[in-house]
């Protein structure tokens, strides 16, 4: 969004879960000694070479490590577009990383009307040592754009990013609008013109009304699926030709009890938007869709991350369940999903005060094995800080997995203060058996054509 903007515990969804247990040590990759603090961290790993990790945090922050998190090298990206917030990372199946941002291309921050008139990707082709001075796309001044999020494709080696337009940020006029655009990308090269793909559009003041939050996935037969949230609802869109069409009618996949604007005490703001994946490994629950968001269904002082799936290309959900396993009457906020697209395993990161009885807040990742069905919570975080209302903590962590590696990543405060933390977390640490069978790629891609095929032929739009 805009710039002003280990105890174990088991779960008792379908069943419990047996698990290991061996400490886990949280890194600090920032303390925000100078500049602006940091916040929003985003995280990728190199599918070539899983040592080689690189995170991101507002305003132009990037982490990078060669040997699997040991030691890291901060850095600030530089663009002639500027750099201005909202970082989003991604790594494509050759190693390279793409870093998403808004703009700042006068540099003068908040006294240019321009500054977010585009979203920017920086390309790394050396496991982000070095940066190109980026692309753009979205551009459409004097209409603003932001909180994007992308996703790569491995197949059809495009790079797909959705986002909110803003006819004008901030603004309460009912003539101006919010929508969720679409933009795609061959290997990050040249951007498509960007379409709108909502039905129903919000209003510019940034809070439930609006439409914001959308998160793209791509599914096991390249087909493209979205979500955002708006008005108390969250919404879902699918494209099976590469967004070149979407859904007549979006649908409605979930309620958001309280809508995704939300307040947490001693929390700058908070929000519940949702994030989408899609399980494209090569064990049994290949091709199911997940989501994960948090709201206050449970009252304003119970925060929930919920979470529902489908194995229907997003025509038919299950029932939510919740991913925190513990009683009433607390806060779990700001969730991210990741997959493993080796193992299918999923893990979700989330800020949590079951422990607390006040502002002091623990982190905590949750994770499933079996598609869904159950999960088991795990504190990741050594100490519990608490937050300061007066200063920004940003608008969500994140979450990287691959072939067995899981790196979280989160904010922190310490006396207002704010720290990008991380952990190099392994599957044996978890206790989670690893499933690293041999990807044969062109067999794969074999049967991803067939599948896009059989996908197109059935329509659904």
């Not at 321009?114 to 940066?131: A, F």
């Not at 797909?160 to 655009?181: M, P, V």
């Amino acid at each position: 969004m805009l710039f002003i903007r280990l105890n174990i515990y088991l779960l008792t969804m379908v069943g419990s879960i047996s698990i290991g247990f061996s400490q886990i040590k949280p890194i600090k990759l920032d303390g925000g000694e100078e500049g602006r603090a940091p916040s929003e961290p985003t995280v990728a790993i190199n599918p070539t070479n899983p040592n080689n990790i690189v995170a991101g945090a507002i305003l132009d922050k990037v982490y990078t490590t060669f040997d699997g998190g040991k030691t890291w090298e901060t850095s600030r990206l530089e663009s002639s577009y500027g750099v201005w917030g909202d970082p989003v990372l991604v790594a494509d199946h050759d190693g390279n990383f793409f870093y998403f941002h808004l703009s700042d291309p006068t540099g003068n921050n908040w006294q240019s009307e321009e500054i977010l008139d585009r979203i920017v990707v920086q390309k790394s082709e050396d496991g982000g040592k070095t940066w190109d001075d980026g692309n753009y796309f979205g551009m459409n001044h004097p209409k603003d754009q932001d909180k994007e999020w992308a996703v790569f494709d491995l197949f059809t080696e495009n790079l797909y990013a959705t986002w909110t337009q803003f006819d004008k940020y901030g603004s309460s006029d009912s003539e101006h609008k919010s929508n969720i655009l679409f933009s795609s990308s061959h290997k990050g090269k040249k951007w498509s013109k960007p379409v709108q793909i909502n039905k129903v559009s919000g209003d510019c003041v940034d809070g439930d009304q609006t439409t914001e939050g959308a998160v793209p996935a791509v599914g096991m037969s390249g087909q493209i699926f979205v979500t955002w949230a708006h008005d108390e609802k969250i919404y879902f869109d699918r494209s099976f030709d590469k967004g070149k069409t979407w859904l007549t009618n979006d649908l409605v996949i979930a309620e958001q009890s309280g809508g995704w604007d939300m307040d947490i005490p001693g929390i700058n703001r908070c929000n519940g938007m949702p994030v989408l994946v899609s399980d494209r490994s090569l064990y049994g629950n290949r091709g199911l869709i997940y989501m994960v968001w948090a709201d206050q269904r449970s009252g304003t002082d119970d925060t929930d991350i919920w979470f529902i799936k489908s194995s229907s290309n997003g025509d038919r959900w299950t029932q939510p369940i919740k991913i925190n396993s513990d009683g009433p009457g607390k806060h779990q906020f700001f969730p991210w999903m990741t997959i493993d697209p080796v193992s299918g395993n999923i893990y979700i990161v989330f800020y949590d005060r079951r422990n607390h009885e006040g502002l002091e807040t623990d982190v905590f990742m949750a994770y499933s094995t079996d598609g869904g069905d159950s999960f088991a919570n795990i504190k990741i975080s050594e100490t519990p800080f608490i937050p300061s209302k007066d200063v920004f903590f940003g608008d969500y962590t994140n979450i990287a997995a691959y072939n067995g590696i899981v790196v979280p990543i989160w904010t922190r405060m310490d006396n207002g203060q704010t720290s990008i933390m991380t952990a190099i977390i392994n599957d044996q640490e978890l206790g989670v058996e690893p499933r690293r069978l041999p990807i044969d790629e062109k067999k794969q891609k074999k049967q991803e054509k067939l599948e896009r095929k059989k996908a197109k032929k059935e329509g659904g739009d």
